[in-house]
């Protein structure tokens, strides 16, 4: 089994949809750009307050949407009607993201969003502040965040087949921003998905009880300044299997791949499993790093990972 796993290529940079689809025009150039159970809407606002405390589907037309939107109560999906072309493109609400979500759920599918950036250096496609949500075939680029979320222990982050690149920042005296990162949530799972380019801070950081982070690419090779491929920096359970990880040149910290409880011990983080990885350091360097690095103290489950040249296994810090 862990064989095969190692074994596994490089996941492609966006599921087909999105890589051959064309340039979308405007969405605002044709009928209304977002549709609820038939009826049209000229804002998002709009269509997620018909929605209210209910349960609906906000199909969301091809194009540029210069628009965003808060979800207070209810339960929404987002879904691009053509996936990898609605493309929600520099506008943010709250000063905080396109979807700042606080409802009862959400899903998001097939979309794009790009260009969001804020005062505070924070800004994101999704701000998820509680609940669950659902990440499904979107991509997020050129931002400073992709995901970001608040504290809330009993709900789950899950994302799968989705792009995250050219995202996270680590200036102008501010505090990092990552390409994700969550607060104390229950669960994150992340699978199928790319993370790549980035421009400063971690891959992956997030605070959550528990783990799945598998089958996924972490390709630093163009990346800026950036840190921890992946960052559990409460300590965490679950696991982490069958990635790939490519280290870059330009780090502003090269010292480990994964870093678990660098921060704080919040978090139990007796067995979680490590296994499956292929992980390697830029040829020709020189340089030495760590695959785990470890500040809990406790056990490890670090099985069968394939490791390059100037990588150790295990750290504790």
């Not at 609820?36 to 969301?60: P, S």
């Not at 007796?270 to 830029?282: C, F, H, Y």
Request: aromatic fraction near 6%; include cysteine; hydrophobic fraction near 40%.
């Amino acid at each position: 089994m862990i064989r095969s796993l190692l074994r596994r290529p490089l996941l492609p940079l966006l599921a087909l949809p999105l890589l051959l689809a064309p340039a979308p025009l405007p969405a605002q150039s044709g009928g209304a750009p977002y549709h609820v159970d038939g009826r049209g809407f000229t804002r998002l606002q709009d269509a997620v307050d018909a929605i209210g405390e209910g349960e609906g589907t906000i199909r969301i037309a091809a194009g540029y949407h210069r628009d965003c939107a808060v979800q207070t109560a209810g339960r929404i999906a987002f879904v691009a009607s053509e996936p990898g072309r609605a493309i929600f493109d520099g506008v943010t609400c709250e000063g905080k993201a396109a979807l700042v979500l606080r409802g009862q759920g959400a899903r998001v599918d097939g979309l794009v969003f790009q260009n969001m950036r804020v005062p505070d250096g924070n800004g994101a496609g999704i701000r998820l502040e509680t609940s669950d949500l659902e990440v499904v075939n979107a991509m997020f680029r050129n931002s400073e965040q992709g995901i970001l979320t608040a504290d809330d222990p009993e709900a789950a982050l899950t994302i799968d087949r989705s792009t995250f690149s050219r995202l996270g920042r680590c200036d102008r005296g501010l505090s990092c921003a990552h390409s994700v990162y969550t607060g104390l949530y229950g669960r994150v799972t992340v699978t199928r998905t790319r993370f790549e380019k980035g421009s400063g801070g971690h891959y992956l950081k997030t605070r959550a009880a528990a783990v799945d982070v598998s089958d996924n690419s972490f390709d630093d090779t163009q990346g800026t300044g950036t840190n921890y491929m992946i960052d559990l920096p409460s300590g965490s359970t679950g696991r982490i299997i069958g990635n790939l990880f490519v280290q870059g040149r330009d780090k502003e910290n090269y010292s480990a791949f994964i870093a678990v409880a660098a921060e704080e011990r919040k978090n139990p983080s007796r067995g979680l499993v490590i296994e499956g990885n292929r992980a390697s350091l830029p040829a020709g360097m020189g340089r030495r790093s760590v695959f785990v690095a470890d500040w809990s103290g406790e056990a490890l489950a670090i099985g069968a990972n394939e490791l390059g040249a100037g990588l150790a296994r295990f750290e504790k810090r």
